[in-house]
């Protein structure tokens, strides 16, 4: 009985297994799950109500839609080269809130020392800074608020002051002039409506078409602005100020002191101005900035068109040098590559008050008084002679009786913005020069002889490089009157060379040129030491600013291409070449490692050891021949015996902090590629 029963079971155990092999078949069970980054896992914890995306592929892939029911997907920088780079992120946080932002900042801090961040505002990029290797990337669009607030910033303030326009960090400026009725209100924003609201305030912001030449940039305009720094904490600043009649033309204020919160508890405004002044400047060096509070003026935005005029360059160059000198009006100056158009000038009145055909009308009332005192009285009626208004009469139309382009109700139409014609792969070069300065014709006429000289293919038919002449009135920030070049060519992978090439030739074919470079627009120097020596050209108190990042940014967290780098080590620290002090073991706290030149040599073997209790060591620069598995040329680093890594590239090695006694650096090259070489600084206790 026993052994029946035996057998009963079995059988039913082997028909058992037989069918689960035949579900398996047909329903194969799910793979098992990829283990997830156990930093990711982390922040998911920090964060209230943001998303964390582990995922950077997926998140590339998912659809967003914003308040006004405008869908984007992915990161959508409006710019391929940064969309293509994008996969070199570690994860992604999607923050709807200043608090969130602090939790994921404040659990770095405390557990994740080493891992770099990179953040992204609303708009499109010229320069592919918001990404970095291995980053916990911050994509800010989802801070989104756009409010028109009384001004209880001023104990008092004259007509037309009273409100103010406070948003989120995350936004674009359509999104803003959408809710702001422009033929009421006017603030400084970017004259291209795609433009993001973080980067154009946090790094000068610039509107070409009248309203900086009224007001100013668009950094002096902030009166409030939250920003998270690197270890969690937030701090919140309000300027009071009072208008000032100082320059003609210009809207001046005396600014008073200070008022600053740290985590909601008022603190001493004296701490802090160095961070404000910085913010204002190279923002994204220093921290995350969450929110902005700004200027309203409650006058009309001037309405810039476009008109075209057959002048000779010379003349062109010329009637914009003068025009820089008038209060009240603006003209940019366009070679835009189009065939049959060859000079196109952007103008506006910088009286809003008046209707846009009114507008139009006293700068054509301007044109004919400049072309009679310059050329004579047969330029009186130049207009009908030169065809001055076809392309003016153009614009009213479409605009007008059409409105095409525009979106949204009346006073919110967007038809102007010059993104429109935009590329989604370019590159620029650029520089702003005195418009006093002896060599300013000579710079615009530079530009000009390399436009021309530039091989195009369609036999020039299809446009492929422009330029821009802007005069711009920077007075009210402290500066003076100017002329910017925006020198730009698509696709990048065509042009990047002839770009390059005239960054380079620049500085040393105009040596004594006072130029200065806009943050947004990237510089394209060969060398290393190119690239260093720029910097100070877009930050005139880059100093000054050296000092603040170590103050609030010492490990480094918000370092970045083209931003504000840590400053050189002292004097009195070691400095140490793989080349001079080979074999060497030196005792220090702190102190720069190198190879020893521009560009290191062949066949190499050097290393250094340093001796010091719990080193930090910081790589600042780094480009070696790059192969599969570093098998030409490396840079080792050892505790000891134990190698904790080499690499080769031209991607920063990560950073580490040491515990033990000593380390080795050391470099080893074959007799191919010599490339630039490496920084490594360190600070021992």
């Known amino acids: 009985m026993a052994s029946r029963l035996a057998l009963v079971l079995m059988s039913a155990h082997c028909a058992h297994g037989f ?105 499109h990029s010229y320069t592919c800074n918001a990404i970095k290797r291995n980053s916990v990337h911050f994509d800010l669009r989802a801070l989104d608020k756009i409010e028109l607030v009384p001004n209880t910033i001023d104990a008092s303030f004259v007509a037309g002051e009273g409100k103010l326009l406070t948003t989120g960090a995350g936004n674009m400026f359509k999104n803003l002039l959408r809710k702001v009725d422009a033929r009421k209100y006017s603030f400084v924003h970017g004259e291209c409506h795609g433009v993001g609201v973080g980067g154009f305030l946090l790094h000068g912001g610039y509107h070409a078409a009248g309203l900086s030449d009224r007001y100013g940039y668009g950094n002096s305009t902030i009166r409030a602005l939250e920003v998270v720094v690197a270890d969690g904490s937030v701090v919140r600043f309000e300027e009071p100020r009072e208008r000032s009649y100082e320059l003609s033309g210009l809207t001046t204020y005396n600014r008073f002191p ?95 008050h008046l209707t846009p055909a009114e507008q139009q009308e006293e700068v054509f009332k301007w044109l004919t008084q400049y072309f009679v005192r310059t050329y004579g009285r047969s330029w009186s009626n130049w207009r009908q002679t030169k065809h001055a208004e076809w392309l003016v009469g153009l614009q009213n139309l479409l605009l007008g009786r059409f409105g095409l382009g525009g979106i949204g109700e009346a006073g919110h139409n967007l038809a102007m913005d010059l993104g429109l014609f935009y590329k989604d792969d370019w590159v620029t070069s650029s520089q702003t020069v005195d418009l006093n300065d002896p060599n300013v014709l000579n710079v615009m006429r530079w530009h000009k002889k390399h436009y021309d000289s530039h091989a195009r293919s369609w036999f020039g038919l299809v446009p492929q490089c422009w330029l821009l002449f802007n005069a711009i009135d920077i007075r009210a920030n402290g500066g003076s009157r100017g002329m910017y070049v925006d020198h730009s060519c698509w696709a990048a992978k065509d042009h990047l060379g002839y770009v390059q090439r005239m960054e380079h030739e620049f ?18 120097m060969k060398t290393q030491a190119d690239e260093q020596q720029v ?20 490990r480094g967290v918000f370092d970045q291409y083209q931003g504000v780098r840590p400053a050189p080590a002292p004097a009195s620290d070691v400095r140490l070449t793989l080349l001079r002090q080979h074999g060497t073991t030196t005792r220090a706290t702190s102190g720069r490692i190198s190879d020893g030149y521009r560009t290191y040599g062949k066949n190499l073997d050097r290393s250094v050891t340093v001796v010091g209790e719990s080193c930090y060591l910081k790589w600042q620069n780094f480009d070696v021949e790059d192969s599969e598995g570093c098998k030409y040329d490396f840079v080792e680093l050892l505790v000891g015996s134990q190698s904790l890594g080499k690499w080769c590239g031209t991607s920063l090695p990560p950073n580490y902090r040491l515990s033990g006694g000593e380390f080795t650096v050391k470099l080893h090259t074959d007799e191919g590629v010599e490339a630039g070489g490496f920084l490594l600084d360190f600070e021992c206790q």
């Open 535 to 554: 910097l100070g050209r877009y930050f005139h108190t880059y100093g000054e600013m050296q000092g603040v990042k170590a103050k609030y940014d010492p």
């Open 507 to 524: 500085k040393y074919d105009f040596p004594n040129t006072n130029y200065v470079k806009y943050y947004n627009v990237p510089t394209w």
């Open 19 to 123: 069918l689960d092999g035949l579900f398996d078949l047909f329903f194969p069970p799910p793979p098992p799950p990829t283990p997830q980054d156990p930093l990711c896992v982390d922040l998911k914890r920090a964060v209230h109500h943001s998303r964390v995306f582990c995922d950077v592929e997926a998140y590339a892939q998912t659809t967003f839609r914003d308040q006004f029911g405008d869908k984007t997907k992915g990161f959508a920088f409006g710019h391929s080269m940064c969309d293509k780079l994008t996969h070199q992120l570690r994860l992604v946080v999607r923050p709807r809130s200043t608090r969130d932002v602090s939790a994921v900042l404040k659990r770095l801090h405390e557990r994740w020392g080493d891992v770099p961040v990179s953040m992204r505002s609303g708009g």
């Open 258 to 352: 200070l008022r600053v919160w740290k985590n909601g508890e008022s603190v001493a405004a004296a701490e802090y101005v160095d961070l404000w002044d910085s913010l204002r400047v190279a923002g994204s060096s220093f921290g995350i900035v969450t929110e902005f509070t700004v200027q309203v003026w409650e006058e009309p935005e001037p309405t810039p068109f476009f008109v075209k005029i057959d002048l000779t360059f010379e003349q062109a160059i010329k009637l914009l040098a003068d025009s820089g000198a008038d209060d009240r009006i603006v003209a940019n100056f366009y070679i835009p590559g189009v065939p049959l158009i060859d000079l196109v000038f952007q103008m506006a009145w910088t009286d809003g």
